[in-house]
């Protein structure tokens, strides 16, 4: 039988065929990103080879995490993941690649990656409360750990307003749990692990 993640990447294959997992050790794309990221960030994003998920084109890379996390994080992940694969096909790669890496400034005040991310995020938080229930979602470990991704330097600090992403928090939060059926997977009734 197949797991609920391998389940979900062929859905995602469905929509994106070439789409494919890679590990990042095995990529020297992504080791080349790794030592640009660490000279970039003084040393702030020490761990986008050992925890960070990174799309591009239609390949999601993962670090060796992957392999043991549980399957619904595997899922949550891909969900988030998908965000970014609809965004690519919805802006284009060279429309992609600039609004993350440019507006406003590429570290400290990265408008553009800050947007792309609340969207990816929002489907982050969507996910957990539909896999794990609302509490999970509203959990002040999830909001922590999100609040970081945006304000330390594992994405650049990309929006240092944590009052405004608390905002933010709340309204997905809020739209969420008007939505969500716990208990059920979405699509198909069945009971969460």
Do not use: N
């Not at 020297?28 to 990174?54: C, N, P, W």
Request: aromatic content about 12%.
């Amino acid at each position: 039988m197949m797991s609920l993640s391998e389940e979900f990447i062929r859905d995602i294959q469905r929509e994106f065929p070439r789409f494919c997992l890679i590990r990042k050790r095995d990529s020297l794309l992504s080791r080349a990103i790794d030592v640009v990221l660490k000279v970039l960030t003084l040393g702030a994003q020490r761990e986008f080879m050992t925890r960070y998920h990174t799309v591009l084109w239609d390949r999601l890379y993962v670090p060796d995490l992957w392999e043991r996390m549980p399957d619904v994080a595997r899922v949550i992940t891909l969900r988030h993941e998908r965000v970014h694969l609809r965004q690519r096909r919805r802006y284009g790669d060279v429309a992609m690649t600039f609004l993350y890496l440019i507006p406003f400034f590429p570290l400290g005040l990265a408008y553009g990656r800050a947007r792309i991310e609340w969207e990816a995020y929002t489907e982050t938080i969507r996910a957990t409360a539909e896999y794990r229930g609302l509490e999970a979602a509203r959990s002040p470990d999830l909001r922590r750990h999100i609040m970081k991704q945006f304000t330390s330097g594992a994405y650049g600090w990309m929006w240092p307003f944590p009052p405004m992403l608390h905002r933010w928090y709340d309204t997905a939060l809020e739209e969420i749990a008007g939505q969500v059926r716990p208990g059920e997977l979405p699509g198909d009734g069945a009971k969460r692990s």
